[in-house]
């Protein structure tokens, strides 16, 4: 059924998506929460609200088999369930919410959802009977429609006593026809019946619990023993309701952003048809208590609102314009003054110009901020990540996570997902020994992986650690020696950082065996290939036996910087800012010829050189040149420059692949007086015109 035109129902669909989401990660979350408190009622009610969240939001938007699995999801999520299943109730979670996320994956992009029914077997394992002759304490549900929560409202309000009553159907009925109609009867005459579910005239053969609400004047011990039909009743449990309990909300999550007043009238009459809330009686007093509303059904705050990414985008790419729009009047205003240098106007141009630069940063950053989100929403994927893979691979894993909060541009955060779960899987796999290993070692059973991010001027680090058995250095270098990345000469004269940056070239793996996880050497070079598109940095430190950390360096945007500008044979190159360390100035006689590397010495470091003529056609060198000292990881190279134009901010513009077919330039950007400036990625720069510079002077 359709509560909406076809127009409110696309943007229900989309809201669903979006909820549906998070409701998926939460359900991750409580799923492994669930695995190390199996019998905790609480989070047992918070798990079944996030399934009822998704079962009454997927129904409204028309997914039905979506909907009905939830349901009988939702079904199994009681304590006694949860008592009896060894434990197997949350791995049926956790598998329930990869099933879940395939089938949203699949109504995303129009297709036909997956089979459910490997979950749907492993759901109705859990509610097989048990062998007669046993007898289980019966327990009730109560779990009311939205219309019988508010008769039994309304009968408390009228100061009537209500009862909730549980029949458990005796193994042995020898008249299963008519137990029904007998309950019926009973409830009938001693009160009002105000709800009974099954509503049916016959009990089905696989039922063996009847629930009812009743208003009734006599007490709950005389009840007790008159709701005791012989032959028909095994066991009867009558809770009563407490007086001045609202009914629990069963508005749908996602329809509290779509619906208008006007909607709010066709909805009443349709409000039975809703999926009904799933309750769990707790009875430390004989009080029936109606369950807390959580936190999803609490009114959304008007100071919310729900904006399309690329919308953000776009005033992102408005606020660039302004910026170089700033640059052009600055520019203009500097030419002014140098024409006219004592007229009166000169000075209020200044003023306004300052005035603009001044608001335009705000806006600038209020804009960034809209963009930034913690990165939180990145680390808190990663706890199922460990659990899965250490269960794979028959080791103990716990996750240690901090700096949570830390703030990062969302289109960077969203490049970094698959690289940083590559590398979390490959802490556990590789990194980590197994229990025996490690008590063999003098190390706990259970192995250590830390996540952790900070903020480092205008860059985000992420560290990725484990507590394993580290790197072998002379290992990855045998590897490449016999993969003929490089030479045995070469490898000789490999420093620590260079020999452990070998792991990123693809097809190198120092794993002993092929898994199903990681062995092939794919994927360290994805990551590494991912932290240049982001004009960011990977490093490793590895202590053998110990353990081995990788630090991610990425910077906090990437769609405005700010810039070192120089020249080079009368064109101009921009890097940023952020990777200068330093600038000096050096004549060719300072410049030393060592192992076919042009070095200088710098203080006490001696620095290779990376000629920038190399970009170029033309190679006549001034006689003094400018050296812009550069970080690129922990090493730093030298960059030679003819001249420096200055700092500016420059708003990065993508470049086609047709105009610019090199990874030696990440980006563009337009300076105040027209100028195109090709952004550098340094990266490439050192790797491949230092490699051709000492190719040309070994050959010299």
């Not at 991912?530 to 940095?537: E, I």
Request: charged share 25%.
């Amino acid at each position: 059924m359709s509560f909406f035109p076809d127009d409110r129902a696309s943007e229900l669909r989309q809201l669903f998506f979006e909820s549906a989401a998070e409701l998926l990660q939460s359900l991750n979350d409580e799923g492994l929460e669930l695995e190390k408190r199996p019998k905790d009622e609480k989070l047992l009610r918070q798990v079944r609200r996030t399934v009822h969240t998704l079962k009454g939001d997927s129904a409204a938007c028309g997914y039905s088999e979506f909907s009905e699995l939830a349901h009988q999801l939702e079904d199994v999520l009681r304590l006694e369930v949860a008592a009896n299943s060894h434990g197997s109730l949350a791995e049926i979670v956790l598998i329930a919410a990869d099933t879940f996320s395939s089938m949203l994956s699949a109504y995303r992009n129009n297709l036909q959802p997956p089979a459910s029914e490997e979950l749907r077997h492993q759901i109705r394992s859990l509610t097989r009977k048990p062998k007669r002759g046993t007898r289980s304490k019966l327990q009730g549900r109560f779990a009311w429609s939205e219309y019988e929560q508010l008769a039994v409202a309304d009968a408390l309000r009228g100061g009537e006593k209500v009862y909730n009553v549980a029949f458990s159907i005796d193994v042995h009925c020898p008249m299963r026809g008519a137990a029904m109609q007998l309950i019926r009867n009973v409830l009938q005459e001693c009160g009002r019946l105000l709800a009974i579910a099954p509503d049916h005239t016959t009990l089905a053969a696989n039922l063996d619990v009847v629930e009812a609400a009743v208003a009734s004047e006599h007490p709950q011990d005389w009840l007790e023993k008159k709701f005791r039909i012989p032959a028909v009743i095994s066991q009867v449990l009558v809770v009563s309701v407490a007086p001045g309990l609202e009914p629990a909300e069963d508005t749908l999550n996602i329809l509290k952003d779509v619906i208008t007043p006007a909607d709010r009238d066709e909805l009443a009459v349709t409000a039975e048809e809703m999926p009904a809330p799933q309750a769990q009686v707790k009875n430390p007093g004989g009080e029936a208590q109606l369950p807390e509303l959580p936190a999803s059904f609490a009114n959304i705050s008007e100071n919310l609102l729900r904006v399309d990414a690329d919308r953000i985008d776009a005033v992102l790419n408005l606020v660039g314009e302004l910026i170089i729009a700033k640059s052009m009047m600055h520019q203009a205003i500097n030419d002014f003054g140098k024409r006219f240098p004592k007229d009166a106007l000169r000075g209020k141009f200044s003023d306004a110009m300052a005035f603009q630069a001044r608001i335009m940063n705000d806006l600038q950053k209020s804009v960034m901020k809209i963009r930034m989100v913690p990165v939180e929403h990145l680390f808190r994927r990663f706890p199922r990540v460990v659990r899965d893979v250490a269960k794979s691979c028959g080791k103990e894993v716990a996750l240690v996570v901090t700096g949570q909060d830390t703030d990062l541009d969302k289109s960077i955060l969203d490049m970094l997902a698959e690289p940083l779960a590559h590398l979390v899987r490959n802490c556990v796999d590789h990194g980590i020994e197994t229990p025996a290993e490690r008590v063999g070692a003098g190390k706990p059973p259970q192995g250590m992986v830390r996540l952790e991010a900070y903020h480092q001027g205008n860059q985000i680090v992420i560290e990725v650690t484990d507590d394993g058995r580290g790197i072998d250095r002379n290992k990855v270098i045998a590897k490449a020696v016999a993969r003929d990345l490089i030479s045995q000469a070469d490898a000789a004269l490999l420093s620590e950082q260079e020999a452990l940056n070998l792991v990123f070239h693809p097809g190198l793996s120092t794993a002993d065996q092929v898994t199903t996880i990681s062995g092939r050497g794919v994927g360290m070079d994805v990551v590494k290939t991912v932290l240049d598109r982001l004009k960011g940095t990977i490093t490793i430190r590895t202590t053998p036996g110990k353990g081995t950390t990788f630090y991610l360096k990425v910077p906090l945007t990437l769609a405005i910087i700010k810039a070192l500008l120089f020249r080079v044979d009368e064109r101009v190159y921009a890097v940023p800012l952020v990777s200068v360390v330093e600038i000096t100035r050096v004549s060719h006689q300072q410049i030393h010829r060592v192992d076919n590397h042009d070095v200088i010495q710098l203080r006490d470091d001696v620095l290779s050189l990376v000629h920038l003529h190399g970009l170029t056609q033309k190679a006549n060198a001034p006689k003094k040149v400018f050296v812009v000292v550069t970080a690129l990881g922990d090493r730093k190279f030298g960059l030679v420059v003819d001249s420096l134009v200055g700092e500016e901010e420059l708003v990065i513009k993508a470049l086609e692949d047709q105009l610019v077919a090199t990874d030696l330039v990440s980006g563009a950007s337009i300076l105040g007086d027209g100028t195109v400036v090709l952004i550098l990625n340094i990266a490439s720069v050192v790797a491949k015109l230092g490699r051709l510079q000492t190719t040309m002077g070994a050959t010299a």
